[in-house]
């Protein structure tokens, strides 16, 4: 009899125990304190810490560095290139520009490494699409459209239209990233607008252009038919 009368006892002093227990996690909870995967309370909403006795416990902070950590190893182990995105993301930007017109020594800039700590960012036109390869592009931006000369047959006159680029040229531009090594291509328009309003190839020049030159060039060559030359596209 005793000892089961003992034995209620302490299964009071559990149950206590227990209903303590909770509803302290109850408070905890309500207070905003997370635990982490060692079981320890962590800091709710100000980020601090609730340590064991002997001030061993980790903080919230602390536990997301050493996940990051980790998961960066991983990723680099699995050959991973994200890893190298986020080591590029903080460094400052050296920006140069690349277009036809631009004095030649300002072009050959952009085949140059960075400075040290820096990371190179080359805004171009279609001039990089196929004629230059620049060495180390790892991401390219598309932004699908290309300032074309159009020859007006009312006023005589040429002038600059900008436009969508046809489908090879995104597949060009597509091409200019990787060509060293991994890469990534990024284009600022959507797959309907590709489909639908992206020509396959663009029009050839000898459409857009003034052909006076070129009939006179052929003459000075001794071509005086020229009506009847086989042009690859007759104007």
């Given at each position: 009899g005793d000892g089961s009368g003992g034995g209620s006892g302490a299964s009071g002093e559990s149950s206590d125990s227990e209903a303590e227990a909770g509803a302290g996690a109850g408070a905890a909870s309500k207070a905003g304190v997370k635990r982490g995967r060692d079981g320890r309370a962590r800091g709710g909403d100000d980020g601090a810490s609730d340590s064991d006795s002997d001030g061993s416990g980790a903080s919230g902070s602390d536990m997301e560095g050493d996940e990051k950590k980790k998961k960066k190893q991983k990723e680099k182990?699995?050959?991973?290139?994200?890893?190298d995105e986020e080591e590029d993301e903080d460094k400052p930007l050296h920006v140069l520009p690349l277009f036809a017109m631009l004095p030649r020594a300002?072009?050959?800039?952009v085949f140059e490494p960075p400075p040290p700590g820096h990371r190179l960012v080359v805004v171009s036109t279609n001039v990089a699409e196929t004629s230059v390869t620049i060495p180390n592009i790892k991401y390219v931006v598309d932004a699908g459209r290309t300032k074309r000369?159009?020859?007006?047959m009312r006023s005589g006159a040429s002038k600059f239209e900008v436009g969508w680029i046809s489908k090879a040229s995104a597949d060009q531009r597509s091409g200019r990233a990787g060509r060293t090594g991994p890469g990534h291509a990024y284009r600022l328009y959507s797959s309907a607008v590709y489909n639908d309003q992206f020509e396959q190839f663009e029009e050839p020049e000898i459409l857009t252009r003034p052909i006076e030159g070129m009939v006179l060039s052929l003459k000075t060559m001794g071509?005086?038919?020229?009506?009847?030359?086989?042009?690859?596209?007759?104007?």
């Open positions: 182990k699995d050959g991973s290139d994200e890893e300002a072009q050959l800039a000369r159009v020859y007006d071509i005086h038919a020229v009506e009847a030359f086989p042009f690859p596209t007759p104007p």
